[in-house]
């Protein structure tokens, strides 16, 4: 199966469709690195322990995973007790992003929040499905600037950010298949956020 389309020509009816795509999902999730998640998770302790921030940055369906991760991280602290991780979402404040783009243009975005702020105990993280984006390219090379650990959350060959970030995990699907991608990004923030906050919380028992 080389594609959703050719996915969806095979399985038109939608009992079967729904079967077909999670079946494709599950194909690349067998294919994840999981000792690169791992390195994610001690990355994320690691800027805890130092008490440093973590900041989140993409575009369209990758901008709402950042609000995701921070949520997640936020509200599993607020269920489970397993606090201590400070993570901002670039993406969030829509009058500082508006204002950036229209004022100094889009590809600045991201760099100019970082600038002055960013320090070498924290990270950033940027989800990308192609790797290409300018403006996640410009913060990652002005955070390794600063000394900031960076971590690429992509997709199809991973693009340029694959080999720009220090942390590298890629969903290697064909070029253009955004959604399952997407879909795969948010499992990682599920595991990732779900095994830190029960973490913290044995812990703190």
Known sequence: ?????????ENKDPKKYSKAYIDYLIG??????????????QLFEKVQKDKGRIYFAGNGGSASTCGHFVNDFHAGSLRHG???????DLTSNIASLTALANDVGYEEVFCKQL?????????LVV???????????KAVDYAKSKGTRTVGLLGFDGGQLKSKCDISLVVATP???YGPVEDIHLIINHLISTYLTFKKRAEAK
């Open 175 to 177: 070029q253009g298949q």
């Open 115 to 123: 600038e002055h702020v960013i320090e070498p105990i924290d990270a």
């Open 82 to 88: 397993g606090g201590g991780f400070r993570l901002i």
């Open 28 to 41: 690349f999730l067998n294919f994840l690195d999981y000792g690169t998640i791992a390195a994610i998770i």
């Open 127 to 137: 989800i990308s499905a192609s790797g290409n984006s300018r403006n996640l390219i």
């Open 1 to 9: 199966m080389n594609s959703l389309h050719d996915l969806f020509k």
